[in-house]
């Protein structure tokens, strides 16, 4: 039945407990009316419940907050630091920036001297490691090799014999399914093999782009048993696809990375010419036992060749069916006399930077920007390429870090030409738009539709054979594991200096544009911000000498800023579509700062979040999906909507204002939505409960808002179809199902 409550009533009730009726200022204007507590009741009726409440609880009981609302003054909006991080490009010298002088990494003079080649210079703090050549031949190398090592070249013993380590054990303990995907990591083109880390998307986009694999498929033996096996190999873009076909824009990019920009490894690895894993001992020496002169590689066909190969004493165990991939003598370079039939051919065959790894993180950096739905997933398979690296013997840690470390500095470079950002966005605009219309055809946004579960998931092994086609799958689709794996092989938990660590983040010139599509609605001043508040510490091996590139965490920047150490607003227009339309932050996020959200975007907090700032709503809606996604400061509602979304409730230490706009709690059974540790200031607005996944009975009451002092009233409330009875109290508002 409706209860009907009217103002004189909730006048004469109050006096009758002998205490003076003074209402809150904002409802002294309401009209005489009634409340029913009927599914969506709105307006006067829910405020003239309040009267009825704040009236009745005075008499029996405690009189000291009956009517203290009507001295509380509304909160002012949270104001921040006053001012928004700015990070400035590092000051460097020629040959740096990178983001300028990239191209001398092609240049057939400048890429051998090491004073004039960027990628190299950040390479170089290998030498703090390992230094096998002079500083004269790092300022005049060339692609025959070091005639000669220097004496002692273990700089720092401790870091190199960790990095042996780290091979030495994975190479030990890798499984059947770890050393299959190592061998085709290494066999297939890298353009193909990463292509998987589009998840359930993967063979759409082999159908729709051409990309293909045309490697021998060998049987599971010949990878984990047969020394003597000749793996097929190709690495070229064709294996990306078609740049004619349906999502042909994307191949254009991943050429533009890979072949139209200073991708290669080469220069850097005849610089440094360090030793790979295979050659060395468990300490990282060298202990050269001569040469093998009949070693036999049969091919899956048959046919068989025999090679000289060089051989050493070592605890690394490469992949059986990739002891033929091993760097043989070549005659020509005998003919050269680079080296002999009896003496090592490795000046040929330097391991830092990872070649290989390079090459995966270069596509798999295309492929994200292209379709950022998948950008975290395809980075953390670029990732796994590397750690593929060193599964199959051929490289260590160092290696693969110097590898993902030019990525970086190449397509950063490559997003910076005209020419090729222009390309860049036709590869996102046929993704959001191919993709998009599939997803749509599913009842799904895209990025539900790139994260829906694939079944009767392939494997790499298909009985007796390998799988060498890439294939639907959910591999990288745990986000906090994608973040661990990617921020451990960021450093491979190689030693850290104490005396170094500490040190500011560097945001390197250029770095910005590898998130354009991922945070397409920050400015680049702010995407700068972002990778300065997720960089990793300084201190780790060859890192520092990066100038902040090795410090990037790409994967943990896709989530949002790392802490707000000044003002962030976050202006996102939902008519763009994508993430411009909906998003989520689900970084750790501290800092001083204050978050104004603008635009009519939907953008979620998901992290254990402290910042201290406050946070500001003015448009669009801004939803917390855990108990402190809102930091340690005010929230103030403007206009557009919060949503409250979590498990338990949501913790305000400060003041909660609505003043205007929308406030949704998604409701949960645990009684309690939102607590306040000061002030709930309400001065209308609507209040929206959402019951979805609950079938609440009769009587059951939820404390909606608690905090020190509740003020004021909602303008008008929607249940959907719950009947609930609203109750406001001096500190708390309470809902209690009819």
Not at 49 to 72: K, M
Not at 222 to 248: C, K, M, R, W
Not at 291 to 320: F, H, L, Q, W
Not at 415 to 439: C, K, M, S, V
Request: charged content about 20%.
């Amino acid at each position: 039945m409706a209860k009907a409550v009217t103002f004189a009533k909730a006048s004469a009730a109050f006096l009758s407990c002998g205490k003076k009726f003074n209402p809150i200022p904002s409802l002294i204007s309401e009209p005489f009316m009634t409340f029913h507590s009927l599914p969506g009741a709105r307006s006067g009726g829910l405020m003239l419940a309040a009267v009825a409440a704040l009236a009745l609880s005075g008499c029996g009981g405690s009189s000291s907050d009956s009517d203290s609302s009507s001295d509380v003054g509304k909160p002012e909006q949270p104001v921040g630091t006053g001012s928004e991080l700015m990070v400035a490009t590092p000051s460097v010298a020629y040959p740096l920036p990178a983001s300028r002088y990239a191209e001398n990494n092609a240049d057939d003079t400048l890429r051998w001297i090491i004073g004039d080649n960027p990628v190299a210079k950040l390479l170089s703090g290998i030498n703090d490691i390992w230094k096998g050549t002079s500083d004269g031949y790092q300022s005049a190398a060339s692609g025959s090799g070091p005639d000669s090592y220097l004496t002692n070249p273990i700089i720092n013993a401790e870091v190199w014999a960790a990095n042996m380590q780290y091979v030495i054990d994975v190479t030990h303990e890798r499984s059947d399914e770890q050393a299959v995907l190592a061998f085709l990591d290494d066999s297939r083109s890298k353009n193909y093999s990463v292509i998987d880390g589009y998840g359930p998307l993967t063979e759409a986009y082999v159908e729709n782009s051409g990309a293909y694999v045309d490697i021998p498929v060998p049987t599971t033996a010949q990878v984990l048993e047969d020394e003597h096996y000749q793996p097929g190999s190709n690495d070229n873009i064709v294996f990306a696809g078609d740049q004619a076909s349906t999502l042909g824009e994307v191949v254009t990019l991943v050429d533009a990375f890979r072949q139209r920009s200073p991708a290669s490894t080469n220069a850097s690895k005849y610089i440094f010419s360090t030793p790979r894993p295979w050659r060395m001992t468990d300490s990282g020496e060298i202990d050269f036992l001569g040469t093998v002169k009949d070693y036999t590689c049969v091919d899956s066909a048959g046919n068989s060749e025999m090679r000289t190969v060089d051989s050493y004493i070592t605890s690394v165990k490469v992949v059986p069916g990739l002891m033929c991939a091993r760097r043989a003598h070549s005659t020509g370079d005998h003919d050269k006399g680079l080296y002999t039939e009896d003496t090592e051919n490795r000046r040929k065959d330097g391991g830092y930077p990872s070649g290989h790894t390079n090459a995966g993180y270069l596509a798999a950096m295309a492929y994200a920007y292209a379709l950022p739905q998948r950008y975290s997933e395809m980075l953390t398979r670029g990732s796994q390429l590397g750690e593929s690296r060193i599964m199959a013997g051929m490289h260590s840690p160092l290696d693969v870090i110097g590898g993902r470390v030019q990525s970086m500095i190449v397509a950063s470079y490559a997003l910076n030409q005209p020419a090729i950002l222009d390309q860049a966005t036709a590869a996102y605009q046929r993704t959001q738009q191919f993709f998009g219309d599939l997803a749509e055809a599913e009842g799904m946004d895209l990025y539900q539709y790139a994260h829906r579960p694939v079944t009767d998931q392939a494997e790499l092994i298909d009985g007796a054979n390998v799988r060498t086609e890439v294939y639907d799958n959910n591999l990288y689709d745990d986000r906090e594991a994608n973040k661990e794996a990617y921020r451990f092989r960021m450093t491979y938990g190689l030693p850290q200096d104490p005396s170094k660590a500490g040190q500011d983040p560097i945001v390197p010139e250029g770095a910005e544009a590898l998130l354009a599509t991922r945070l397409p609605y920050l400015t680049g001043e702010q995407r700068r911000a972002v990778l300065y508040t997720t960089s990793i510490d300084s201190g780790y091996p060859v890192l520092d000498a990066t100038n902040g590139w090795g410090r990037l965490d790409l994967v943990t920047a896709a989530d949002g800023y790392g802490a707000f150490l000044g003002d962030v607003t976050v202006t996102m227009d939902a008519s763009l579509g994508g993430f411009n339309a909906r998003d989520s932050w689900q970084n750790d996020i501290s800092g001083a700062g204050r978050l104004l959200k603008e635009g009519d975007g939907y953008l979620a907090l998901t992290g254990e979040n402290t910042y201290s700032g406050g946070t500001l709503v003015q448009d669009g809606t801004l939803a917390a999906l855990s108990p402190s996604a809102f930091g340690s400061g005010d929230v103030y509602v403007d206009e557009g909507s919060v949503l409250v979304d979590v498990e338990g409730a949501l913790a305000v230490p400060g003041n909660l204002t609505v003043d205007g706009g929308a406030l949704t709690l998604r409701m949960d059974d645990d009684q309690s939505q939102l607590t306040v540790g000061e002030t709930v200031y309400i001065d209308g607005g609507t209040l929206v409960l959402d019951f979805q996944t609950l079938a609440p009975q009769s009587g059951v009451e939820f404390t909606l808002l608690s905090g020190a002092v509740v003020a004021g009233t909602f303008d008008a409330v929607d249940a959907g179809d719950v009947a609930v009875e609203l109750v406001y109290t001096p500190t708390s508002v309470i809902a209690t199902i009819q």
